[in-house]
T-cell receptor, first 115, second 113 residues
Framework: NAGVTQTPKFQVLKTGQSMTLQCAQD?????MSWYRQDPGMGLRLIHY???????DQGEVPNGYNVSRSTTEDFPLRLLSAAPSQTSVYFC??????????????FGPGTRLTVT | TQLLEQSPQFLSIQEGENLTVYCNSS?????LQWYRQEPGEGPVLLVT?????EVKKLKRLTFQFGDARKDSSLHITAAQPGDTGLYLC?????????????FGKGTLLTVNP
């Protein structure tokens, strides 16, 4: 299994450009999430999905869209890039051990710079 | 918003020393996880603790969940350079079907040879 894969690994955008960060998992996990990681801020949840066709907002959703048409794929779209979206983006997939615990498997990340 | 405070934020020690990292909150969590992240990579899950007072050991790492399920600690015995990394705790909200994890800001550990 490849686990969670993310593309691209690095990306530079100009302010106002749009782009899609790709995320795929081959573990048949039901749950998928997008996080951003900024220095001194830890990991913050952007959007998440509890199954195909179902998405919801996390802590910092503004400026981002997601969709989940298949179990495997969970792309993150930046609608109009801003310098404040410069960050490292991580996609994660998860399954439920029980009703109380969801262990997350993270991708290698996409480092995005917006100039 | 539930917050997780990690301390210390930075820790630099010599090989062979022991250390403890703390993760504290005023909120109750149904479960708590610890991750380690190395530069340029995504976090990797180390352990999940679910029961108040639970202690789990992973080789030289000992994880404890507080009795009230509001705090946790990670103790490393005889640290090695390979333990270097960012240690993150993450809590799952208590009750309901809330899947979202809340992450602490992390403890950056450097173990010098």
């Amino acid at each position: 299994n490849a686990g969670v894969t993310q593309t691209p690994k690095f990306q530079v955008l100009k302010t106002g450009q749009s782009m899609t960060l790709q995320c795929a998992q081959d573990m048949n996990h039901e749950y998928m999430s997008w996080y951003r990681q900024d220095p001194g801020m830890g990991l913050r949840l952007i959007h998440y999905s509890v199954g195909a066709g179902i998405t919801d907002q996390g802590e910092v959703p503004n400026g981002y869209n997601v969709s989940r048409s298949t179990t495997e794929d969970f792309p993150l779209r930046l609608l109009s890039a801003a310098p404040s979206q410069t960050s490292v983006y991580f996609c994660a997939s998860s399954y439920s051990l029980s009703g109380w615990s969801y262990e997350q498997y993270f991708g290698p990340g996409t480092r995005l710079t917006v100039t | 918003t539930q917050l997780l405070e990690q301390s210390p934020q930075f820790l630099s020690i010599q090989e062979g020393e022991n250390l403890t990292v703390y993760c504290n909150s005023s909120s109750v969590f149904s479960s708590l996880q610890w991750y380690r992240q190395e530069p340029g990579e995504g976090p990797v899950l180390l352990v999940t603790v679910v029961t108040g007072g639970e202690v789990k050991k992973l080789k030289r790492l000992t994880f404890q969940f507080g009795d009230a399920r509001k705090d946790s600690s990670l103790h490393i015995t005889a640290a090695q350079p390979g333990d270097t990394g960012l240690y993150l705790c993450a809590g799952m909200n208590s009750g309901g079907s809330n899947y979202k994890l809340t992450f602490g800001k992390g403890t950056l550990l450097t173990v010098n040879p």
